[in-house]
């Protein structure tokens, strides 16, 4: 019984986890390159992912990767 309650505690924290993930991704700068940016061979027009652990170039930059929000 106490293997099964850890590993349900253990697939729970991470099933609740991942989704924050994206959260801690770092924030596009709220400029106009980046504002215009709709797809991710847009970004990759620019930026060099292939040397970053655990990014993948066949997915959406702009899934994680917000822009910062501007406050007056």
């Known amino acids: 019984m106490k293997v099964f309650l850890a590993i349900s505690c253990a697939v729970l924290t991470f099933v609740g986890c991942s989704p924050l993930i994206p959260v801690y991704a770092p924030r596009r700068d709220n400029n106009e390159y980046?504002?215009?940016?709709?797809?991710?061979?847009?970004?990759?027009?620019?930026?060099?992912?292939?040397?970053?652990?655990k990014?993948?170039?066949?997915?959406n930059c702009l899934r994680c990767h917000r822009l910062n929000e501007v406050y007056p």
């Open 34 to 53: 980046h504002r215009l940016a709709t797809t991710p061979q847009d970004c990759l027009g620019c930026h060099d992912v292939s040397g970053i652990r």
């Open 55 to 59: 990014h993948d170039e066949t997915k």
